[in-house]
């Protein structure tokens, strides 16, 4: 049998996990476990680069080790990247590999070089930030994964990846690394309940997401009071706030529920109320279940730590692999432990 092609993700960690980051991403990482060999890491290296909170950054990547574990992602698979050293290793190599005029052009960085700044009040933005591109790179490399499943918002970072990979390939005289290839899943796209205008997200305050481990009675609340219709939208057009109740009934798997209701809404005969109990229903239903497995978890958190612990060394093989091959590519000292 043909071994199994690899998907590398990284995520990274600020916590708790919200409806947006789930059918967006999280979900589908579950579902590739299935047919691909998968390595996902929390990326605190990463998170190093934005203004951020020393003492909560071990917390924040425990946690988000203990959630992604409570919505389905296997313990093999995960791991944190600071315990793996050769990441940061492999990215200085890289770094020598990647043109700084590409990196220039890289976007994310300027809109989070302006974030930083006022984050900041000091104008600080580190060049870790600039760097964080080539990072990525390493991350992605160092397990010469065939596939990156990504958004629009990474597609620039992964066509670096592959521009430095090419460029390392040449300069060595050998087709040592794959080319990762960007995975295009459906990716939907969860807005605000609160404000469907804007997509969920943390950082516009509470209002603004829906965690997936929410409590029953708040989770109701919160899609009690969704915004529906403004009456700003066209007639003939569904509203934004329609559009992503029936997205969330949808992504929910009700997909029964979610065509009755669409013939009331065609009808002109759709309560909004109706939808938004079948959303609460929904949402509630996998909330509840992500909560009691999570509760299973912390009943055993030192066991899981140790999981996670003893998976990291395990991927980190790999990774020392590369490198070693890496540095005897480069010519490189290479000690043989
Ligand atoms: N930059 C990614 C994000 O913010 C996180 C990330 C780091 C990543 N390393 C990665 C994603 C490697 C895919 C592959 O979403």
Request: with cysteine; glycine share 6%.
């Amino acid at each position: 049998m043909e071994p199994r092609k690899r998907v590398l993700s990284g995520i990274q960690p600020t916590g708790h996990i919200h409806y947006g980051n789930y059918f967006g991403a999280v979900k589908n990482w579950v579902k590739l476990q299935e047919d691909y060999d998968c390595v996902y890491c929390v990326v605190d290296y990463h998170a190093m680069t934005m203004p951020y909170n020393p003492k909560k950054l071990v917390e924040n990547t425990w946690d988000l080790i203990f959630n992604l574990l409570a919505v389905g992602v296997r313990p093999e698979y995960l791991c944190i990247q600071s315990l793996i050293p050769e990441h940061t290793e492999l990215c200085w190599i890289m770094n020598c590999f990647t043109s700084y005029g590409l990196l220039t052009r890289m976007t994310q960085f300027k809109d989070k070089s302006s974030q930083s700044q006022e984050a900041n009040g000091e104008g600080f933005v580190s060049a870790g930030l600039f760097d964080y591109p080539v990072l990525q790179a390493a991350d992605i490399l160092i397990y010469r994964a065939d596939f990156v499943p990504i958004g629009k918002d990474q597609e620039q970072h992964l066509e670096l990846t592959r521009n430095i990979a090419q460029r390392f390939n040449n300069q060595v005289g050998k087709e040592y690394f794959v080319l990762p290839a960007p995975l295009y899943t459906e990716a939907l796209k969860v807005r605000s309940t609160a404000d469907p205008e804007r997509k969920m997200s943390k950082s516009l305050g509470p209002k603004h997401h829906i965690n997936v481990f929410e409590e029953e009675s708040r989770l109701r609340k919160q899609v009690r009071s969704a915004v529906t219709d403004t009456g700003d939208t066209p007639a003939g057009e569904m509203s934004p706030g329609v559009e992503n109740l029936f997205l969330l009934l949808k992504a929910s798997g009700k997909a029964e529920a979610h065509d009755s209701l669409m013939e009331d809404y065609k009808a002109g005969s759709l309560q909004y109320v109706s939808l938004k109990e079948a959303v609460a229903d929904a949402l509630a239903e996998q909330s509840n279940g992500f909560r009691a497995r999570k509760a299973e978890l912390m009943a055993n958190k030192k066991e899981i730590k140790e999981q996670i612990r003893a998976s990291t060394v395990e991927i980190r093989k790999l990774a020392q692999e590369t490198v070693r091959d890496v540095k005897e590519l480069t010519g490189l000292l290479n000690v043989r432990f």
